[in-house]
């Protein structure tokens, strides 16, 4: 094995998370290439001293204090020294020992440890929608300050990546007509509106293709998802909303598309599995192996591709229409989505609900342009206010 100080020493945050376990299984294949230097997870206290024990960081945080207490008393004797909240999790993903951050915690707590990682110019490879869905203007001139490398690793966006030009640097727009974002559609594809307004939580967090988290897989059953990503695309890439196409695409093989000036439309296909971008970003502009088999194309003789339908799923075109107005827009869409979702799965409203309560938070509270993480803080925490007091006045309305 390389003298430790070779070796690229990556920080997890949401180790615990689906996109943790698959980071943590591509990073366990290659010793010799990448040493874990940092952990963090929100809360599970067993899962994560699981982690500790097998690939002995230098630092884990949980988010929760009492649930950092709980660690720290379990490791006790270890070297691993265990630090709590959103210090903690800025602390890791800043050390000057740290040389790549995987930002995969779920939600906004995400979003001030990713722009950390990203002011510390540290290769950052991006799981977390909301860091550019809420703060893209602010992770974007962060990231042309400090030189930090955004490699994406939500599958569509590092699709998108692997089809565009590439440089020294990433990746540029020339001779690019358009980004083909495809969706899988989500296991309501085909259900009518009637069907939609009964979907149960149970059959809404069963999807067809991806094995993720709750938030996730809902989002992807309302397409608040491709919404989301299509808004993180447009940062990202440096795009508007109209050049980029949602394609829906069920069998998820294709995982996204650029098509050029010339008529080539490039894609990119794979296994549906987190690990292939993952290995991906790791290594880029080289490759490695990730653990995942190649595409048997035989197998998957089936590709096909339609519209997606914005009637039947109103959250894309909010999140489009929330794209194109810009600043804190696509901040509050995703405040009242974090809100929304979580009051579905606990079944206070419907599914259909859930692009309304969005869309009245729309139209309530004005977007103003984003100058500071403040500002951003200040419109997340008045959306969320709003998406609640209404959510409890309709539950009300329903058990009376
Ligand atoms: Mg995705």
Known sequence: MPPQSTRTKVTVLGATGSIGASTLDVLSRHKDR?????????RSVDSMLDLCLRFKPQFAVMADPFAAELLEEKLRGSDIKVLSGDEGLCFISSHESCDCVVASIVGAAGLVPTLHAVESG????????????????????????????LLPIDSEHNAIFQCLPQTESGVEWRGVQKILLTASGGPFRQSTI??????????????????????????SASLMNKGLELIEACWLFGVTPQQIDVVVHPQSIVHSMVSYDDGSVLAQMGNPDMRTPIAHALA?????????????LLTHSQLSFEAPDTNRFPCLRLATEAAEVGGTATTILNAA????????????IGFMDIASHVENALQKIPAVAVDCLETLFETDLKTRELVKEAISRTTVAVST
């Open 34 to 42: 990448y040493e874990v230097f940092a952990l963090s997870a929100a």
């Open 122 to 149: 540290k290769r950052v490879l991006l799981a977390n929608k909301e860091a550019l869905v809420m703060a893209g203007q602010l992770m974007m001139d962060a990231a042309k300050k400090s030189g930090a490398l």
């Open 194 to 219: 009637d069907e939609l307004r009964r979907v149960t939580p149970e059959r809404a967090l069963k999807h067809p293709n991806w094995d993720m988290g709750e938030k996730v897989t809902i989002d």
């Open 284 to 296: 880029w502009p080289e490759r490695i192996d990730s653990g995942v088999a190649a595409l048997d």
């Open 337 to 348: 989505d974090e809100i929304a979702v979580p009051a579905f799965i606990e079944e206070r």
